[in-house]
């Protein structure tokens, strides 16, 4: 997806969840565990502390669709979703 941002800011960038990890046992590759807790562990926890919505960024984006820096396009919208979420087929 592009959006246009205004000056002097960052594109969106789509946020996901986290995915588990495949088990290890499945893989058949074990994950060293100093990997595990020195890095991943650490990381975890800052990607549970942050927001799940940038309300900030938010309001940014909503301040320049009002003043006409966004364009909207209703079409485009429901394409992406339906592309993301998969057309029911």
Do not use: C, W
């Not at 969106?12 to 890095?39: F, H, I, K, M, N």
């Not at 339906?82 to 057309?87: A, E, V, W």
């Amino acid at each position: 997806m592009r959006v246009n941002s205004p000056a002097g800011t960052s594109p969106l960038v789509p946020v996901r969840a986290p995915q588990a990890a495949p088990d290890a046992a499945a893989t058949g590759e074990a994950a060293p565990a100093a990997l595990q807790s020195g890095v991943l562990g650490p990381a975890m926890d800052a990607l549970r502390e942050m927001p799940e919505i940038d309300e900030a960024r938010v309001a940014q984006l909503r301040e320049a669709y009002q003043r006409g820096e966004l364009k909207f396009d209703a079409g485009k919208l429901a394409a992406l979703i339906q592309r993301y979420h998969g057309d029911g087929r």
